[in-house]
C-alpha cells in the first residue's frame, strides 16, 4: 500500500500565482485533512472533509480551498499565493470509529513563496 | 475538543526511560488520548491511543489515571532516534466532523 501520497515534495512559487498541492490515499479512508506547519510550531489545521462532497474549515483556513469528490483524493488550492504561506504542508488520511482513530500521514510538500 | 497541556522540552540520555506527562483537564467521557511522533521532515505517525488505565504496545506505553485528567506517554530505553517531537492529542475521534488538533507537542532530544 502506498498508503498517503503527496505530490509535489518540494515547490517555489512567486507571489500571486496559484496552484494545487496534490493528495492521495489508497486505504479508503473517509476523513482527509490538511495541514500547515511552520518553523518550530506544531501542525494547524487548515480544511478536513468527513467524505466526498463534505469539506469544512480548520483553524487556518484562509487563503485555500479545497473540494473533494472522490475517496481517494484531496487536494488543496491555492489561489493567490503569498509569502506567509510558506510552510510545509501535510496531508492526513483516517477511518474514524468510536475506539478511536489512527491518522496516516504523508510525507509533506515543503512550499516557498517568494 | 479538550485543550491539552505538556511540557515544551525535554532531554534525556540513552537508555532511560522517558515519561512525558499531557494534562487534559477537560477531557470529556467520549474522549480518547492519542499521542504521535514526528520526526524532522517527516509527517507525525501514530504511537498509542488508550481511554483509561494503561495500554502497552511495542513502542511505547500509556498510562490514564482514573480521573483521566492527565496521561503519561512512557518510552521504555530511549535511544538517539527517538529524538523527536512528541503531540498529545485529546477528543471523540469517533465523531464525524471531529478534527485532530496539534498543539506544540514536546520536543525530547536524546543525547548519548
Known amino acids: 500500500n502506498a498508503g498517503v501520497t503527496q505530490t509535489p515534495k518540494f515547490q517555489v512559487l512567486k507571489t500571486g500565482q496559484s496552484m494545487t498541492l496534490q493528495c492521495a490515499q489508497d486505504?479508503?479512508?473517509?476523513?482527509m485533512s490538511w495541514y500547515r506547519q511552520d518553523p518550530g510550531m506544531g501542525l494547524r489545521l487548515i480544511h478536513y472533509s468527513v467524505g466526498a462532497g463534505i469539506t469544512d474549515q480548520g483553524e487556518v483556513p484562509n487563503g485555500y480551498n479545497v473540494s473533494r469528490s472522490t475517496t481517494e483524493d484531496f487536494p488543496l488550492r491555492l489561489l493567490s499565493a503569498a509569502p506567509s504561506q510558506t510552510s510545509v504542508y501535510f496531508c492526513?488520511?483516517?477511518?474514524?470509529?468510536?475506539?478511536?482513530?489512527?491518522?496516516?500521514f504523508g510525507q509533506g510538500t515543503r512550499l516557498t513563496v517568494v | 475538543l479538550a485543550k491539552t497541556t505538556q511540557p515544551i522540552s525535554m532531554d534525556s540520555y540513552e537508555g532511560q526511560e522517558v515519561n512525558i506527562t499531557c494534562s487534559h483537564n477537560n477531557i470529556a467521557t467520549n474522549d480518547y488520548i492519542t499521542w504521535y511522533q514526528q520526526f524532522p521532515s517527516q509527517g507525525p505517525r501514530f504511537i498509542i491511543q488508550?481511554?483509561?488505565t494503561k495500554v502497552t504496545n511495542e513502542v511505547a506505553s500509556l498510562f490514564i489515571p482514573a480521573d483521566r485528567k492527565s496521561s503519561t506517554l512512557s518510552l521504555p530505553r530511549v535511544s538517539l532516534s527517538d529524538t523527536a517531537v512528541y503531540y498529545c492529542l485529546v477528543g471523540d475521534m469517533g465523531q464525524a466532523g471531529t478534527a485532530l488538533i496539534f498543539g506544540k507537542g514536546t520536543t525530547l532530544s536524546v543525547s548519548s
Open positions: 492526513a488520511s483516517s477511518n474514524q470509529d468510536r475506539r478511536g482513530t489512527e491518522a496516516f
Open positions: 488508550g481511554y483509561k
Open positions: 486505504m479508503n479512508h473517509e476523513y
